[in-house]
């Protein structure tokens, strides 16, 4: 999350720079100009410095002009602030992935890179601890959040959020049957709302329940370019497996740019707290390096911009060299 955090700090010094720039223009027309270039203070006579001083004698309201200054300052910083937040917090899904179901990422560079997902929290006990392990070992993972449970327990979603981790939808309900349009609607984006309450995440990053691609949930996803975000490797961690069992599910078919699917709530997740520091040190010893689902697609999508650009650079060349642009992601 080198990236993120280079971003994060960008994001607060240009703040802090509009900001200054914001109270000095507001500073400069709010107080009154005085031609000799002095403090407007010391034009006050002694007994107006002791506070002694009205309007009329004075011909300033210094404390009035002060306060309505301060709250002029109060407001541009506000707006600057969540305007600031609302990029830093929109999680950008690229053209490529735009209303498309994927199941892991291609690159061409064969770089050794896995998302670690986590679904169905926030949940009490199991989210703290899961999130206690990925920061012992600097990971950032996605978890893809049930909307109730984000109402039932916002100090956990924003914790979450405050670690730096990536959040997608998961539904409000987590239900299994068909939907029409307006009931998909619904548990999408009344979720989407709600984590954007809670967190200030907007995200377009959406999971299905169960996986299931064809009652009605994922079709209203693509209609609203969401990327629907599946996966390449299960833990089979909802039937509570041994940790070794665990790991063999999880190590099944991973291949670099795959996503891993674990699950955070739900039910009792002890299983997957016991497993998951001995998965990342197999991932490890593999040579794995762990990224989120967002930077996976940044991967991928600034591959096909480097290989467009090269090909538009030198077509001669291009088209009598191997290909080599990335594969398009695997979807269903």
């Not at 509009?18 to 109270?23: H, R």
């Not at 309007?55 to 309201?61: L, M, Q, V």
């Not at 961690?237 to 699950?263: C, E, N, Q």
């Not at 998951?276 to 990224?291: A, S």
Request: cysteine-free; charged content about 25%; glycine content about 6%.
């Amino acid at each position: 999350m080198a990236k993120y955090d280079r971003f994060l700090w960008r994001e607060k010094t240009t703040l802090i720079a509009l900001a200054a720039a914001a109270s000095s223009f507001i500073a400069g027309l709010m107080l009154p100009v005085n031609p000799q270039g002095s403090d407007p203070e010391i034009l006050l006579s002694p007994t107006e410095k002791m506070g002694h001083h009205t309007p009329e004698k004075s011909g300033i309201d210094i404390l009035a002009l002060k306060a309505q200054r301060d709250e002029a300052f109060v407001k541009v910083f506000s707006r600057l602030e969540q305007e600031a937040q609302d990029r830093r917090l929109m999680v950008s899904v690229p053209t490529q992935f735009q209303g498309k179901t994927f199941q892991e990422v291609t690159l061409s560079s064969k770089e050794k890179v896995i998302a670690l997902t986590f679904d169905d929290g926030p949940w009490p006990k199991s989210t703290l601890e899961v999130l206690e392990i990925l920061k012992k070992n600097n990971i950032k993972a996605t978890f893809f959040m049930v909307g109730k449970n984000v109402k039932n327990f916002p100090h956990l979603a924003r914790q979450v959020s405050l670690d730096g981790h990536a959040i997608g939808n998961h539904t409000w309900s987590h239900l299994y049957h068909r939907f029409n349009e307006t009931g998909a609607s619904s548990e999408i984006d009344r979720t989407s709302d709600m984590i954007y309450q809670t967190t200030g995440i907007k995200t377009t990053l959406f999971r299905p329940p169960g996986g299931h691609l064809k009652n009605g949930l994922a079709a209203y996803a693509h209609k609203k370019n969401y990327a629907v975000v599946m996966w390449s490797s299960d833990s089979r961690d909802y039937s509570r497996p041994s940790v070794p069992l665990f790991i063999k599910h999880a190590l099944t078919g991973i291949t670099p740019g795959g996503i891993v699917l674990m699950h955070d709530g739900g039910g009792n997740r002890d299983h997957t707290v016991r497993a998951l520091p001995q998965l990342i040190t197999e991932y490890k010893k593999r040579g794995y390096r762990f990224v989120t689902v967002p930077e996976l697609m940044e991967m991928q999508d600034k591959e096909v911009k480097l290989a467009a650009a090269a090909k538009s650079a030198s077509p001669k060349a291009q088209s009598a060299a191997p290909k080599t642009q990335p594969a398009a992601p695997k979807t269903e």
